[in-house]
């Protein structure tokens, strides 16, 4: 299957600071990008989807001005938390879909996740 | 998307079969069935997929029922590290993957 690099796979960081997460796609494009969450115990929830050169559309209940998102290239997402806070701590996963609209290709994999810790 | 519905978890000893249900009985004509598997602490990974006709690939079978209304996911010889759990989601080639609860699996010895 197609490879999705994510970076870092652990951070931990003071409460006010900001960190980014990057996602990769390795041997594919990927016109469109996913970014999850996921509590323990609990299942992922999509935060935002994203098209290469436009901006992210956020599910209902996701501060934008929070969690920026960047999808530059086709290749890669960048999501940023700003100004974290403890309530922020969370596992954070970066999906791509290969393929294009109609494919039945159309197959979203995996980074093997962040786990974000906000002191 | 369609609902899906699956049991909250199963059972089953190393290398005998795991048979694992699926729901969709609102699943709709062009809408695909999705499976994917996450292993404890790592990002979800892609297992197969199929439409109407039963799939098979090098990690598992498809068995879509002729109404559509139900799949089974079969992992022939399942082992160890095929402890997870199993989501099964059923949406259009160009949406995006929603995740319910899922099946947790549990390979014993």
């Known amino acids: 299957g197609a490879v999705v690099s994510q970076h870092p796979s652990w951070v931990i960081c003071k409460s006010g600071t900001s960190v980014k997460i990057e996602c990769r796609s390795l041997?594919?494009?990927?016109?469109?990008m996913f970014w999850y969450r996921q509590f323990p115990k609990q299942s992922l929830m999509l935060m935002a989807t994203?098209?290469?050169?436009?901006?992210?559309?956020?599910e209902q209940g996701v501060e934008k001005d929070k969690f920026l998102i960047n999808h530059a290239s086709l290749t890669l997402s960048t999501l940023t938390v700003t100004s974290a806070h403890p309530e922020d701590s969370s596992f954070y996963i970066c999906s791509a879909r290969s393929g294009t609209s109609g494919s039945a290709k159309n197959i979203q994999y995996f980074g093997a996740g962040t786990r974000l810790s906000v002191l | 998307d369609a609902k899906t519905t699956q049991p909250p978890s199963m059972d089953c000893a190393e290398g005998r079969a795991a048979n694992l249900p699926c729901n969709h009985s609102?699943?709709?004509?062009?809408?695909?069935v999705y499976w994917y598997r996450q292993i404890h602490s790592q990002g979800p990974q892609y297992i197969i997929h199929g439409l109407k006709n039963n799939e098979t690939n090098e990690m598992a079978s498809l068995i879509i029922t002729e109404d559509r209304k139900s799949s089974t996911l079969i992992l022939p010889h399942a082992t160890l590290r095929d402890t997870a759990v199993y989501y099964c989601i059923g949406i259009g080639t160009a949406s995006k993957l929603t995740f319910g609860t899922g099946t947790r699996l549990q390979v014993t010895l």
């Open positions: 041997d594919f494009q990927a016109t469109t």
């Open positions: 994203s098209n290469e050169g436009s901006k992210a559309t956020y």
């Open positions: 609102t699943i709709s004509g062009n809408e695909y």
